[in-house]
């Protein structure tokens, strides 16, 4: 356990090349490629830790001007993923939650509940936060490990349910035999399901198909993520009434993270491919090619699409005024902004790469998330405090929109603290949702069967 807990505490790019590299050794792929593949995966982190950080330090204090210039001030803060994290890992729950997801994961693929091995064991801390925020309403261990078990079924049936849809849409040499079971975006798949049934249910709206690729096309460099980024970079510097030096400088600097993003979502796909074509190969070897394993890792490889991109860029300026005007809204998201991206991977793909549609679900994710985040900001603050985050001068309320501003974060805590009838509801959607998953694993086993048949006596 301490050794776990010391990789963990390495950080995603330095914990990821180890784990990488002692799975593509395990795997076959041999260690010189293997540690290859894990360093490449590692710089990605790096990378995009950077990008990341620069448009954090470019937003923060534009966002702070404008929430001082225009009075929108609420009264829970956005401290960010971080400080959640913390108080996850920081929770009883927090120390076991890695080898009990990962044991809870051979469970599935033996019963062919999944077909998904989830490797992505950085993001295994949502599960640990949302046992964290539950053990503190229950003070009950068994509640909050059974919570754990829940938010890790659902998620891992809905990465297996989309990655059919994900595979279509961002193609065989970005995602080929990987599936995103990530909490932090999987609880957006079933919302966007509904709106995107809605609107195309809607005369009119039916027909809006602003398809960013296709925008480039026709506007040229107009339509391109770089050109996007550097306009809302430059009307964020006017509307927090910077000088036109300070709002160049943000400009340039927004089109930068904007065309550099996608760059460094590349090197995931570089670094994950070899290992995941030798985890596949293992698999359909020792399966004699009956299932078709898939790889669950982060969606931090996609994330340079150019709608997710452009999406997330376009929510911000609006979720900062749908804040302020939302009914009973507390929370204002600045901190968490940055990350927005996450909201996007499995939306695209049920939207077709629809701008329009894709904007559209994230600010009703972001709204969700303000409501979500302020019902849980008493317990968040609670849990911050008990795991050692310090809060600011005159904060009373905390709180972040990842993972307290997802929406299946607050059915799950709500649930769990109902404990039996909560748990009943929980055990009919998980058994929900593995029947169905199991159903389509089987049938697609019975027809890789047949055909491996029909290739035989051929």
Known sequence: MQVITWILGLGASVMMPIIFTIIGTCVGLGFAKSLKSGL???VAFVGLSIVTTLLTDNLGPVINKIVELYGLHLNVLDIGWPAASQVAYSSQVGALVIPFGLALNVVM???????????????????AFIGA?????????????????????????????????????YGHDKVNGIAFPVPVCAPYAPIAHVLNWLMEKCPGINKIDWDAKKLQEKLGFIGEPLFLGTVIGAVLGILAQYDVTAILKLAVNIGAVMLLIPRISGLFGEGLLPITEAVKKLLAKKFKGKVDFLIGLSPSIVVGDPTIMVCSVLVVPFILFLSVVLPGNQFLPIASLAGAMYIFPLVVPITK?????????????LVIGDYSATALAS?????AVASGVTLPDGTNAVASFDYAGNPLAWILYNLGALKWIGAA?????????????RKKIVAETAMREQALADAAVA
């Open 379 to 383: 317990v968040f603050t609670k849990a």
């Open 353 to 365: 790469g629809n701008v329009f549609r894709t904007f559209i679900i994230g600010m009703v994710a």
């Open 425 to 437: 509801v929980c055990v009919v959607v998980c058994a929900a949702l593995m029947w169905y998953n």
């Open 133 to 169: 925020l539950v053990y503190l309403v229950t003070n009950s261990f068994g509640w909050s490990l059974f919570i754990v078990a829940v938010n890790f079924i659902i998620i891992n049936c809905i990465g297996d349910i989309e990655s059919k849809r994900v595979l279509a849409y």
């Open 40 to 42: 490449t995966v590692g």
């Open 109 to 127: 693929l033996l019963t062919k509940t999944t077909k998904t091995i989830a490797m992505d064991l950085f993001n295994y801390w949502h599960y």
